[in-house]
């Protein structure tokens, strides 16, 4: 498995895209996608944990390959509008970190 960067993955996507005329699709769109992507997402997983099974007419996807999309969809709406997917990162992990310090119970700690 290589292992890449956010900065080289997004690097990649927009390589990708830039060679079409069309580009990226505008925010709204993406947005869509986003939705339609997550939509597709939430299939897969109750057809794989779910009680809902999968028709045997159902084309064959996986988990992987929809939060592939996912990702994918995010990276052109991140370069779409200039944001640093791993500036993006590491500030939600701050927030996570400081905000949601004491909210879980951490393995290996006795309870206070």
């Not at 709204?28 to 007419?57: C, F, I, W």
Request: aromatic share 8%; hydrophobic share 35%; net charge negative.
């Amino acid at each position: 498995m290589s292992q890449r960067s956010l900065q080289h993955i997004q690097a990649e996507v927009h390589d990708y895209i830039s060679q079409f005329k069309e580009g990226y699709f505008s925010p709204m769109e993406l947005l869509a996608r986003l939705t339609e992507e997550v939509g597709e997402l939430a299939r897969e997983v109750m057809h794989e944990y779910g009680p809902k099974k999968k028709k045997k007419s159902e084309a064959e996807s996986s988990i992987e390959l929809e939060l592939g999309d996912i990702m994918y969809v995010t990276i052109c709406l991140a370069n779409s509008l200039g944001i640093d997917l791993t500036e993006a990162h590491d500030k939600v992990m701050h927030k996570f970190k400081t905000r949601d310090a004491n909210r879980w119970t951490k393995i290996n700690t006795e309870p206070s």
